[in-house]
Every structure is written in structure tokens, then in C-alpha cells.
């Protein structure tokens, strides 16, 4: 693990598992090692490819040899789970209706392994407890039945497993945020106190202050509450614009946050007595949905300012900048970047280096669909998982192997 990353919030899973959105620790960073530096030319080896994810943009997650997506199939939003081996489609779970979206139909959120469980989230806000092994939902609730509106863009949310509870963005007066028995789906708690409404940044969970916080980012605020029962412990002030997006980044008392459509960054700091107050914040790190990821003490990510940037996490000051490759989503493994290009379907491998953009090697997905919409890009965010890396563009999902000696 790198060093200076927080791990408190890790989930109990296998270092090469992938277990959910960012994986086990939030930090889009893969604890594996023994991958490739350097790919051949033209690309990795592609070890299979399916045709069978559906539509959308929804991500993966990998644990105990299967991977699950989601995809929309006719109407219906679907849970998927593969094989991750060899790509073979072992079941489908309906989730929800149809989420219809100018930027392409379908859902966007990434599906959450805990135990013998998998819980996904729809576009139009319906969620899904359902058995790993085969699929066969267990409970299901609406985000409307606690107050929630569907966003412009659809629910994008990935849920948050932590402990017993499942917790989720609903949005609207009754709160913002909402807990269920991850068992039996009955509600636990909800934020009467924070009432924003429901935005696409999925919420992590973390050890603050000796309690277990939820952080969670809307369009007005960034803010934690206690996980025990939803209480406010503190909350910021952010003026979000039209969407707000990336997943906050939390190290010991500090947590950061980004938002594309020209708002900027922003790092935040809670006091012992979870006062919080504002460490520095600048346009630095414009990032939209492509991610930010914090290695060492700097952050990465495409910055709609600058392209790919690198920031100091102490300082917020740019280390540097580069344009060689266009606006894209970002994923860690073995100490390199995988960068996926959007409009192209390139994907780069550089270092992690603070010092300079380096890159090693690049790519491009091949063949990409021919059923996404003329205003969608791809946008499904790469990962790597038991040395092989995920690639998605539609209906169509590549897996290559990235591990050395392959």
C-alpha cells in the first residue's frame, strides 16, 4: 500500500479483488504488484472479450473469480456477473426500468461485493440486494420512497457497504443521505439535518476523531456524519455547478473534493472537535468524472484547466501538467497510471512520478461499439484486478492480461 494512504476503511477482501467503486479502500489505487511496465506493441494481450454488458456506463467489480456490472438490456437495467476468466456471462438480475438520457441510455453506477451479497443502484433509483452466487434478489427499495428526486443524469451513485449498513444518497427534504440494514433492507437512519439533493459522488466511509464518519459530497456541501446514526458531525460549504461528480479523498484529518464545469478544488480539515475549516482551495484540479487519485502526497487527475495534472496534496500547487493525451478517467496499479482517452478509447501507461508526465506505452481499444449515443464518450473508468485490466465501452467489455511473464 502506498505509503501515507489511509486503510482504516478497507473492506476485508483479497489485495487482487476489486470489490467495489475505487476499490476495497476508496483510493483507486491496486495493491498488486508483478505488472507489466511497458506493453507490447499494439497493446497487452486481450485474454476475452463479450458482447453481452448491455448499455451504459456502468463500472465493475471483481471478487472470488467473478466480475459485476450492470447493463441495459431492452428496458430493463440489469445486474451482471461474468466469469472473470473467460468471460462468460453466469447470470442477470433485473434492477429498474430504463433510465433514457441524451448522453446514453441505461445505468451508471458500479455494483458493491460484500461477502455472499452484491448491491447495485439504477439509474432511475432503484436498489438491489441480490445473492452473488446466482443473482436472486434478496431485498430491493426505491430511492423515492425516502424523499429522493432523479437527478438530470440519473442515480450514478456506487453504494456504500460499511458494516451493517448500506448507505446511499436518496437527496431531498427528508436527507440527504440514508442507511439500511444491509440484511434486511429496513431503514436505519437518515439525515433530517441535511436535506440537499441528490448529486452522483458516491460516499465513502472513514475514522475521524475516534468515530466512524460518512463523507459525502453534494452540490452545497461536503460534510461527514456518524455512521452509528446519522447525525451531523461537520460540513463545508461547496458551489457546485450543474454536476458534481468525483468521490471525496480522505487522509487522516483532511479530506479533498473536485468538481468539474469550472468550480475547481478544494482541501478541508477537521479540528478534535470537528470544526472544520478550509486548508486551501483552487482551480487547480477542474476535474468532471474522471477521477482524482491521491499517490503519496500528490494528486493526480485530468484537470479540465490544464489536462493531466499533478497537485501537492500539502499545498494544492501544480507539480505539473501535460497535454499529450486528452480528457479521461484515471486507475493505479503496481505504481503506474492507466489512463483511458474518452473521445478515442486510447488508454497510456505512465508513472506515477511527481516530477514529470512519463509515459511508457499506449493503446486502443478495439472494437468499440457502434450503439453509443452521438453526445456519449467512453466513460467507464479502467481496472485492474488479478493482473488483468477491465476495459468497457458499451455493451462491449475487453480483459487483457497485464501481469508480467504473460
Known amino acids: ?31 498488486e504488484t508483478g505488472l507489466l511496465k511497458e506493453w507490447p506493441q499494439g497493446g497487452p494481450k486481450k485474454l476475452w472479450s463479450t ?14 473469480g467473478v466480475l459485476y456490472t450492470m447493463g441495459l438490456k431492452e428496458d430493463m437495467e440489469l445486474l451482471l456477473a461474468f466469469e472473470a476468466e473467460t468471460g462468460k456471462l453466469k447470470w442477470s438480475s433485473p434492477v429498474g426500468p430504463i433510465l433514457k438520457n441524451k448522453w446514453g441510455d441505461g445505468p451508471r453506477a458500479t455494483p458493491t461485493v460484500d461477502g455472499d451479497r452484491v448491491y ?63 440484511a434486511t433492507g429496513e431503514k436505519i437512519w437518515q439525515t433530517g439535518a441535511w436535506t440537499d439533493g441528490a448529486q452522483y459522488s458516491s460516499a465513502i466511509a472513514a475514522d475521524l476523531n475516534g468515530v466512524r464518519q460518512i463523507i459525502a459530497l453534494t452540490m452545497q456541501h461536503v460534510g461527514g456524519v456518524d455512521a452509528r446514526n446519522g447525525s451531523q458531525l461537520w460540513l463545508s460549504d461547496w458551489q457546485g455547478k450543474t454536476a458534481v461528480i468525483p468521490t471525496p479523498i480522505q487522509k487522516g484529518n483532511e479530506v479533498f473534493i473536485s468538481s468539474g464545469y469550472g468550480v475547481g478544488c478544494k482541501q478541508v480539515r477537521i479540528a478534535a472537535d470537528n470544526s472544520v475549516s478550509d486548508v486551501w482551495t483552487n482551480t487547480n484540479m477542474i476535474n468532471h468524472h474522471g477521477g482524482v487519485i491521491l499517490y503519496g502526497d500528490h494528486l493526480f487527475g485530468y484537470s479540465d484547466k490544464a489536462g493531466w495534472s499533478c497537485l501537492d496534496w500539502k499545498t494544492g500547487e501544480v507539480k505539473w501538467a501535460d497535454k499529450s493525451l486528452g480528457k479521461g478517467a484515471i486507475h493505479c496499479a503496481d505504481g503506474m497510471f492507466y489512463l483511458l482517452e474518452e473521445s478515442s478509447g486510447v488508454v497510456a501507461l505512465i508513472d506515477t512520478s511527481s516530477q514529470a508526465w512519463t509515459e511508457r506505452s499506449r493503446f486502443k481499444i478495439e472494437p468499440q461499439t457502434a450503439q453509443r449515443k452521438p453526445d456519449g464518450r467512453v466513460w467507464t473508468h479502467p481496472v485492474v484486478s488479478n493482473g488483468r485490466l477491465y476495459l468497457r465501452d458499451q455493451e462491449l467489455i475487453h480483459c487483457y492480461t497485464v501481469r508480467a511473464g504473460k
Not at 51 to 64: D, P
Open 1 to 31: 500500500m502506498v505509503a501515507g494512504m489511509s486503510v482504516s476503511c478497507a473492506m476485508q477482501a483479497p489485495a487482487a479483488d476489486w470489490p467495489r467503486w475505487r476499490g476495497a479502500d476508496f483510493s483507486d489505487v491496486s495493491a
Open 51 to 64: 458482447q453481452e454488458a448491455g448499455l451504459g456506463y456502468s463500472g465493475y467489480s471483481v471478487s472470488k
Open 120 to 182: 447495485a443502484m439504477s439509474g432511475q433509483g432503484y436498489l438491489i440486494c441480490a445473492n452473488a452466487a446466482d443473482g436472486a434478489s434478496v431485498w430491493s427499495a426505491e430511492m423515492k420512497s425516502f424523499g429522493g428526486k432523479i437527478p438530470g443524469w440519473g442515480y450514478t451513485e456506487s453504494v456504500l457497504v460499511d458494516g451493517d449498513k448500506v448507505i446511499c444518497m436518496p437527496g431531498g427534504e427528508k436527507g440527504s443521505l440514508v442507511a439500511l440494514n444491509k
